[in-house]
Structure formats: C-alpha cells, structure tokens
C-alpha cells in the first residue's frame, strides 16, 4: 500500500513512461485515518475488479487509431461482465448507507459511460495528428510530448485587452469587496470588441488552427471568463484546519472534467509567483495511471455534488472535504474509489510526494502568449493570489454543437445581445 507520504513512481525522470501520476493513500492521511475503513477482502475484491476494466481500456486505447464502432462495440461487451461485477460488488458493501449506495452506483455508470466517449475522442484524435503530422510541427509535438504549449501574440495585445475590460474589472473587485473570500470571474461576451479581439488573435497566432487539429473537429468556445484572483481570497485554503494541518503547499492541484474540451489561458496583466501564476506539471498528462480511477475521481466529485449539494460558509470549493460526515463517507469507500479531481490540498507538506510534484511543477507567466494545455489529463491550478492582483482568462472549447437554424439564430442571438449588455 502506497503511503500519503509518497508518489506511486519512481524518481521524477524524462521518460514518462517511467512515471506514474500521483496517488495518495487516505488510510493514513490525518484527516482519515481515524475512521472506521472497509473491510480487506471486500477492498480487494473491489480493486481487482477495477484492474480487470483498466486492462481491457488500455488494450483498446493502445490502438486508438484503429478504433472503429466495431471496435467500440467489442470494447463494451469486455466490459460488461465487470461492470455487472462492481456493481454488484458495491451493493453488497458492509460499509455503506443507502445514500452512498446511490453515489456509488451512478458515478460507476456515468464513468465507464465516460470512459467509452473517451475512447471515440482518442480515436478521433489520433486520427486527426497523424493526418495533419503534428509531430512534425514544432509547435504540435510540444504539445504532444508535453500537454502544454505557447504562441506568441503582438507586443501590447494583454496592454490592450485590459484596457478593454476595465468595466467587466470593475464589476469583478466590486464582487471581491461584497465577498472577499469566494472565487471571482465573469464572461467575456464572444461578440463584444473584447471578444471579438480575442478571437481574431487565436486565429492569427494559429492557436485556435492547432487546437482543432489536435481534437479532430471544429471547435467552438464553451466559455470565455476572466477570472480575478487578489490576497483577500480564501476559498482554496484551510481545509484540513480542524485536525492541524496548514494549506497544503499544493492545494488546488487538479484535472479538468471533459476529455473533449480543450482549455486554453492567457493574462491581461504581467504576473509573478505572489500573484498566483498559472502552473502545470510538463509531461503528466502522459503519466502512467488507473484510467477508470482517473474519470471516477471526476464523477464522483459531480455526482456527489449534485446529490448532496455540501457548501460552505467561506466558499471553499471542495466543501464535503471539511466535514466530519463527508470525510467518514469517503473513509469507508474501496481504496479503488478515494479519488478526487482536485488532489492537491490532500498532499502533505513535507512528504516525498510533494517534493517530487513541486520539482517537476513549472509556472507560465507571459503576458502576450496564449497557452494551450491538455487540461483533462495534465496536472495544472493557477489562481493562489498572495500579493497584488492577477487577471486571467480561462477558455474552454468543445466541438461545434450540432442544432437546427432557428437553434443556431438563437444562439447567435443570445452572443449578440450578452456583447450589448
């Protein structure tokens, strides 16, 4: 069994197939290990299980470009017979309520769901690097070997942008006064002169070109939001405060939900470390790691979310991480399942694992560059403002959403009037 203390690799090294991402272990994590765990036999059971549907994955996902609906099909039926197994697995579990039941049987349904889509994206990704050889594009093997890469913009554009969104700042530190400790950012209406501006120059830098080359489609934004980051904030810090830890050095260390968005970032404004610059782990989104382990950490955050709705008073962004009911729930789940998106306030300072990941952690503070990184695998946060202020937009982009032409004047309509506001 791993230790919290440590990193499920070797050594940090250049060949990222040495590599494993991380994992903690929450047996004996202060904030856990003091409640009642589940049974052995059944963990096992469990896990085995879980490795059983993580071979057939990585079997299919290792010939991603030959993948076709036949494939796909066959794909689902390996899978089945497992399936059926976990869940039956999960119902008999000695340790949990009806409720959590009910949490573990939907996020178990909605991942291996998830875990398909995921195999046509690769698929339809694979397809779409090597038509377009963007390993042999400087630019594109960057982001290949690395899952994060940069293009230059016009000296002065971040200058003038912020020009641009001095209202929409105005109306953000307005927020932060009203409620200092909570997370700020608006959107950036897609037909304002903002908006626009931005968009004209992520097709001029060749950002949005490479961006639909990589995911094998044509992309449109899923959201424009610039996010205001200032000392006063606290909705990442103090999660473990009752049982004497501080902020973990790391906190806010996490992967995005969708497989199909591609994330990009820049800044308005010059930033340095006390601003909360935007930092990324190079290479981990080739990291060795449990697939189904890796989408379940994802929807058993949103399924937990949407059934128990926890908050708190602070706007502390994981708040079921705080309370003693919570923390009992997660504590009695299979090893296989104590997984979160957002890990890195559970990484203890001090221990091998946070000195590995703070090594390998790299900050990107250009001002005139676009960053494009693979959010849904890599390792990133941005945002721990400790001095000063830091503005940043975060951009999302999906594939084209397929409507009809009274949805698509609607759409259109609805980008027109939110650049009017």
């Known amino acids: 069994m791993l230790s919290a203390n440590t990193l499920a690799a070797p050594a940090i090294s250049s060949s990222n197939a040495s590599v494993c991402a991380p994992v903690i272990d929450y047996h004996s994590h202060p904030a856990f290990a003091q409640f009642t765990q589940i049974a052995a036999q059944e963990d096992a059971a469990v896990s085995r299980c879980v490795a059983h549907i993580d071979c ?215 930033v340095d470390p006390s601003n909360g610059p935007f930092c990324f782990m190079p290479s981990s989104s080739l990291w060795q790691r449990s697939n189904f382990r890796l989408v379940m950490s994802k929807v058993l955050d949103k399924v937990h979310m949407d059934m128990f709705e926890p908050k708190c008073p602070d706007g502390y962004y994981r708040a079921r991480f705080r309370g003693e009911l919570e923390r009992k729930r997660f504590a009695a789940l299979p090893t296989a399942f104590q997984v979160t998106s957002h890990f890195g306030d559970d990484i203890l300072d001090g221990s091998d694992l946070s000195k590995r990941l703070t ?19 890599g390792i990133h946060r941005g945002g721990m403002c400790t001095a000063g202020e830091r503005w940043a937009v975060h951009m999302g982009m999906h594939e084209v959403r397929q409507r009809s032409l009274w949805k698509k004047v609607r759409n259109k309509l609805s980008k027109v009037r939110a650049a009017l506001r």
């Open 56 to 270: 057939i994955y990585d079997a299919f996902e290792a010939r991603a470009l030959s993948l076709d609906a036949v494939a796909l099909t066959d794909y689902q039926r390996q899978i089945q017979p497992y399936k059926a197994k976990l869940l039956g697995l999960v119902h008999a579990l000695t340790l949990s309520s009806a409720d959590t039941v009910v949490w573990l049987t939907r996020s178990i349904e909605q991942s291996l769901h998830m875990m398909h889509e995921e195999l046509q994206i690769i698929a339809r990704q694979q397809r779409s690097i090597s038509q377009h050889c963007l390993a042999q594009n400087p630019t594109g093997k960057t982001f290949l070997d690395t899952g994060i890469t940069q293009f230059p913009l016009p000296a002065g554009t971040s200058q003038q942008w912020l020009q641009q969104s001095e209202e929409l700042r105005i109306r953000l530190r307005a927020r932060a006064q009203q409620q200092p400790a909570h997370r700020q950012h608006a959107a950036i209406a897609e037909y304002s002169g903002l908006g626009r501006s931005i968009v004209g120059h992520l097709h001029g830098c060749g950002a949005w070109a490479l961006a639909e080359q990589y995911q094998g489609c044509e992309l449109e934004i899923a959201y424009l939001d610039l996010h205001y980051s200032h000392p006063q904030q606290s909705w990442y810090k103090h999660c473990y405060a009752d049982v004497g830890l501080a902020t973990s050095a790391l906190s806010y260390l996490h992967y995005d939900f969708h497989a199909n968005s591609q994330k990009l970032f820049f800044y308005f404004a010059p």
């Open 359 to 377: 090594a390998h952690e790299q900050s990107y503070s250009a001002v005139d560059t676009v960053t494009m990184f693979n959010g849904n695998r």
